[in-house]
């Protein structure tokens, strides 16, 4: 009887010892998790993701802007520094073109990277879906952008154009961006996005 309580308090200590996955939710403001232990998830708890996902179109004359979105659940962040964490994040891509021709493609992109992807959206603490990362690669440029949901099938997709840093790599001299970033965008600023 000694050895089957002792056998059952072992395993009752192992099991409280393992680690456990402590879950965020994406929208709480206060929350801090720390992002190399491995243990953190900062998830979409409400599905607010789920409303963003799919294919959105803005045609105007002879110019079309499609924004492709797809959420990642559970994301692992695991590829630079100290990062080991895991979070819910929508990542895509977008194709403009004006007259037929494509002008910006990004649909190559892979989106299992964590970091340096041209779309990259996720669920900020005020409950907007709001871009870590819009490139605009045919200007060299970064944009902050904020999607709102207008009705089931609408989204206003507003840009802002953010400050512009260029680095020299110290070791081989590779500038990043290539070139300066040049004026304007290539596509609008502002658009109404309609679900395909």
Same mark, same amino acid.
């Given at each position: ?74 994301? %692992? *962040? ?10 819910? +994040?929508?990542?895509? =891509?977008? @194709? &403009? #073109? ?21 779309? %990259? *959206? ?10 870590? +990362?819009?490139?605009? =690669?045919? @200007? &060299? #440029? ?21 400050? %512009? ?32």
């Amino acid at each position: 009887m000694k050895k089957i309580f002792l056998l059952a308090t072992i395993i009752f200590l192992f099991v409280q010892c393992k680690a456990q996955n402590h879950i965020v939710n994406l929208t709480d403001c206060d929350s801090y998790f720390d992002r190399s232990s491995g243990d953190y998830y900062n998830k979409d708890l409400n599905n607010v993701l789920d409303k963003y996902a799919g294919t959105w179109k803005w045609t105007n004359g002879n110019r079309e802007f499609t924004l492709t979105l797809t959420k990642q659940v559970k994301h %692992h *962040f695991n590829q630079y520094g100290n990062d080991d964490y895991y979070e819910d +994040r929508l990542v895509g =891509y977008y @194709k &403009y #073109k004006e007259n037929g021709l494509i002008i910006a493609d990004t649909s190559s992109d892979d989106l299992s990277k964590d970091y340096g992807l041209n779309v %990259h *959206f996720i669920l900020n603490c005020h409950s907007q879906i709001s871009a870590i +990362r819009f490139q605009d =690669y045919k @200007k &060299y #440029k970064n944009f902050d952008v904020i999607l709102e949901s207008l009705s089931p099938t609408q989204v206003k997709m507003n840009m802002y154009e953010t400050e %512009h840093v260029i680095t020299i790599n110290k070791n081989t001299g590779v500038r990043n961006p290539p070139n300066d970033p040049q004026g304007g965008s290539t596509f609008p600023m502002e658009m109404i996005l309609t679900k395909q």
